[in-house]
């Protein structure tokens, strides 16, 4: 508990790393319909591409920093010597940006969402595939930003796309299948399945790499 | 006795001595089998009664695409190798075979797309084979950026490692594409497990080109490995002798 508070504490003081990506968002989500001014009417087409393109970008932006001034003002070499799992303080800290960034995230998307399609079950279906994607997506870019760790960001966020388009691709089929009435919960039983994985796995790798980068 | 030819093998210097003794005799079998298999496939073959003489690509894009997986396959084993093991060589070997699976990945996608025009009417289609492809040839590209943006090579071997597993989890999602999803992607037709669906006569000589292929890309991956070792090794004193 102490742990999630200090990295909490961490992460409330650099308001620019919480805030950032949560403006980005919201900026994307705004900008969309400026857009498509010729076809105001049938904005629900392209918005929820849209809108999973939103969170992977922001999510993105969020990781940028997540590892990178520990690294630099030496703090991250104190955290491995610390008496708690390095894997585990690494959990908390992704788990932090989550909950800062991640759900705020998903709460604007069903904000957004039902402001577009004006249709509240779909608006709802939209918050769980939003608060898993994102989780997913920090997972996979704090990753990078562990591999490209003095190499710039972008470098990391570019080897981790890759991995990130298979969810970008579930999520599409996934509203597909809400708006058919088909097979949604198991769109959403494939990404908890995907993300229980992740969340035990890439700690323990970033672990592994960070300290690759320090030795 | 085995782990002994392991342990002698993965040394660069007996790595090296191997390959040069080898190499030629892969080399023209290799060449000799895939021409034998191309020429076959593209003149003694009959028409496809549906596809017409347009599946004759398959010579080049069921090897190309056969060998993009296994290349990072075989990426994947050097990976847990040198992280495991420590075998210099097999990092060496990463780094060799990242550009020529990228190679033979945009072989595949490229030839996939030509025959996509005279059998789908399209290029390019947003198909989970075709898109899980496309991930793996940037998961290439992005191996390779990773590698080169360290100019210290022990760091460099271990990150980049350490991508190469967390990738190989696309290489069933490849592998499984056609089955798991509806995809304009054919199923295999060659499998282990079950009796190739394609006519005796195209398979011969497709086997045959999946093997010279497999022989030719598996030449053009020991130069590689041997460029990796003239460099890092650049300082040790046999290079010097063996230059």
Known sequence: MNELKLEYLKLKKKTRSWLGPILVFWLIMLAFPLTVEFMQDKL??????????????????????????????????????????FQFLISIRIVVYWLMIGVPISILSFIFSLGTS????????????????????????????????????????LITMPLALPVLIVLGKSIIAFQLGINYLEFI??????????IIAVPIIVSFIIKAHLE | MIKK?????ASPKTYLYQVNRFYPYIFYSSLVIYI???IWGLFFTPEDFVQGNSYRIIYLHVPASFLSQSLYLAMAVASVTYLVWRVKLAAYLIIAIAPIGAMTTFIALISGSIW????WGTWWQWDARITSTLIL??????????????????????????????????????????????????????????????????????IGS?????????????????????????????IRDYV
């Not at chain 1, 249709?119 to 996979?140: A, C, G, Q, R």
């Open chain 1, 44 to 85: 629900e087409i392209g918005f929820f591409s849209v809108l999973w393109i939103a969170i992977l970008i922001s999510m993105m932006l969020a990781t940028e920093d997540i590892f990178i001034e520990d690294y630099n003002d030496g703090s991250l070499e104190q955290t491995i010597i610390k008496n708690t799992s």
């Open chain 1, 118 to 157: 004006e249709d509240l079950l779909l608006s709802i279906s939209v918050i769980p595939l939003s608060i898993i994607s994102s989780y997913i997506f920090l997972n996979l870019f704090a990753l990078g930003s562990a591999l490209s760790l003095n190499k710039g960001s972008l470098l990391g966020a």
């Open chain 1, 189 to 198: 039983l494939l990404l908890l399945g995907c993300l229980s994985i992740i």
């Open chain 2, 5 to 9: 030819f392991i342990h002698q093998f």
């Open chain 2, 36 to 38: 034998i298999s191309l």
């Open chain 2, 116 to 119: 996509g025009i005279p059998t």
């Open chain 2, 137 to 206: 040839f940037i998961m290439y590209l992005g191996l390779i950026s990773l590698h080169n943006s360290f100019s210290n090579f022990e760091k460099a071997d271990k990150l980049t490692s350490w991508l190469v597993i967390i990738g190989a989890v696309n290489i069933p999602i490849i592998k499984k594409s056609v089955d798991w999803w509806s995809t304009l992607h054919q199923s295999a037709s060659i499998t282990l497990t079950e009796k190739p669906t394609i006519d005796v006569l195209m398979l011969y000589p497709l």
């Open chain 2, 210 to 238: 999946i093997i010279g292929f497999l022989g030719l890309i598996t030449c053009l991956v020991l130069t590689s490995s041997k460029y990796q070792i003239l460099i890092r090794e650049k300082t040790k004193s046999w």
